[in-house]
């Protein structure tokens, strides 16, 4: 009985899928348990589970407009005056990730700088509600940062005029879909952004064919009827489970960070090999999403778009900056790659980012 089908279609999740595999239960379990023990190489400053003793961390949820639940993690510094209203700031996880992932690092770390933060789960991932699980939702995940501002903006110690957001890869498109119609969000940074729309529409350096696309699309469109009669769901791309001689650098990447010690992490009730993989008939909707159109309307609130000088997602940071009206700012991080700053706390900018929003969330 087939039990677990990855389909390769486009970029998904900022990795492309090789080669189609078909794996029954035995197979799954089997390469799931050779990944699990594996470690990651020894990488520089990588730290993504950093807890830091100078802040309180809450779990907190809340709805969205489609009276969904919202699952986050609440930072508050321990030094923190809760008298007057304080400046907070929003953190989105990588695409196919959930808060432990990233998002967690970043918010710790701007909370020890004094804001309030919080990372969020989005729709469909994670502790967050959301049926089918691992559903792509481009409307939905934007919608969840403004719920996010709902929460915030009604907490007797933010100040809902000075809250912004950060999104990390693939919710850097969600953060910017987000404030284009949100005027709350006062201030917009991105790490590492990933188009999630174009990657899937066009592929990285637009290596996306137009018969490709098509074909992706009826796959996912055929698959419907499959599920629809009650068959088995299918998934797509995402982080491969194992590594061989033809694994591209882009699957190395991603895998030393999703597949090993570094930054493995499955939620409660879920399970390894689904971590990643969003649904192969939901993932299409990413083809009609164009978080860029329109970017210069944001103006003039602030934009920061920092990226690697070497990582493979730089067009899409370099595009929306093109694309941004003043004010806005393009970060090189040198010598980084993309994953690089997910977690590597020596490369990541925190400097930068931290007299980002101070300047622009400042009263």
Not at 195 to 202: I, L, T, V
Not at 333 to 342: C, E, I, K, M, R
Request: glycine share 6%; charged share 20%.
């Amino acid at each position: 009985m087939k039990y677990l089908v990855l389909i390769p279609t486009v970029l998904i999740g900022a990795i492309y899928a090789t080669v189609a595999f078909s794996l029954d239960k035995t197979q799954v379990s089997h390469q799931i348990s050779q990944a699990s023990v594996k470690q990651s190489t020894i990488v520089e400053g990588a730290d993504n589970f950093y807890k830091s003793d100078k802040v309180t961390m809450q779990k907190v949820t809340f709805k969205n407009q489609y009276n969904m639940k919202v699952a986050g993690n609440l930072f508050i510094p321990k030094a923190l005056n809760r008298n007057p209203k304080n400046s907070a700031i929003i953190v989105g996880h990588p695409m196919g990730a959930v808060k432990e992932q990233s998002a967690n690092l970043y918010a710790q770390k701007l909370a020890e700088q004094g804001f309030i933060t919080l990372s969020l789960d989005l729709s469909f991932w994670g502790e967050s509600e959301g049926q089918p699980r691992n559903v792509v939702s481009p409307d939905i995940y934007a919608e969840d940062f403004s719920a996010a501002v709902d929460f915030l903006g009604t907490q007797s110690f933010v100040d809902r005029n000075r809250i912004g957001v950060l999104g990390i890869c693939g919710s850097g498109s969600f953060a910017i879909s987000a404030a284009k119609i949100d005027p709350r969000l006062k201030a917009i940074a991105t790490v590492s952004m990933y188009d999630m729309g174009a990657a899937n529409r066009n592929g990285l350096r637009n290596s996306t064919t137009l018969e490709q696309r098509k074909k992706a699309i009826a796959q996912a469109a055929k698959q419907r009827y499959a599920e629809f009669t009650g068959g088995e769901t299918k998934y797509t791309s995402g982080t491969v489970h194992e590594l061989n001689e033809n694994s591209t650098p882009i699957e190395r990447e991603f895998y030393d960070f999703y597949r090993t010690s570094r930054g493995e992490y499955t939620p409660k009730g879920s399970s390894p090999k689904l971590t990643t993989h969003p649904t192969l008939t939901s993932n299409v909707k990413f083809m009609n999403f164009y978080p860029f159109n329109d970017i210069e309307t944001i103006s003039p609130r602030p934009m920061l778009f920092i990226t690697g000088a070497d990582a493979h997602s730089r067009e899409f940071s370099s595009d929306a900056y093109k694309r941004a009206a003043e004010p806005k700012d393009l970060y090189i991080v040198p010598n980084a790659g993309h994953v690089d700053l997910y977690d590597r706390v020596n490369l990541i900018p925190w400097e930068k980012l931290t007299s980002f929003f101070n300047q622009h969330l400042s009263r």
